[in-house]
């Protein structure tokens, strides 16, 4: 019998931690759009303060994107690129296009590691994310303008 009621307490004990788990899981897809939506916003609005909260000073973004002569250039994107761009928004020197994107896709969610996407007027963002001190933050970024319609 008391084998019995023990093992009823450990069923009981996993059955009560998968919600638990379920809202974790939850909670860690809202931070990793959230993250992403801040790095869309803050081009898009030209706010600094989403960049600080959402990803990291050592980010490492590269982009591919067309020349006057539809041939691909790339280039990297340091952290101090991030906020001229923002400052030219601000600015209205660089203006987002009314009704731009910002298409979130979530593909993957670890306990400490996470991938995504977002289109955006520009083209397509693809994201590697981290959790540091529980809160989830952009590391790389690879970029490129929308691909030429067929």
């Known amino acids: 019998m008391r084998i019995f009621l023990t093992s009823i307490g450990a069923c009981l004990t996993l059955i009560a931690a998968v919600p638990s788990a379920a809202a974790q899981a939850t909670a860690d897809r809202d931070g990793v759009r959230r993250a ?15 960049f600080l909260r959402s990803v990291r000073p050592e980010v490492d973004k590269f982009g591919f994107w067309k020349n006057d002569q539809g041939k691909y250039q790339s280039d990297g994107f340091p952290w101090p690129r991030f906020f001229e761009f923002a400052r030219r928004v601000r600015e209205g020197k660089t203006k987002t296009p009314p009704n731009a994107p910002k298409e ?22 693809y994201f590697l994310l981290a959790r540091y001190d529980g809160r989830w933050m952009i590391r790389h970024v690879l970029w490129q303008d929308p691909p030429a319609k067929p």
């Open 104 to 125: 979130v896709t979530i593909f993957e969610v670890q306990d400490q590691t996470a991938a995504a996407k977002v289109r955006a007027y520009w083209g397509t963002d």
């Open 36 to 50: 992403v939506l801040d790095y869309v916003e803050g081009f898009y609005e030209g706010d600094t303060t989403k």
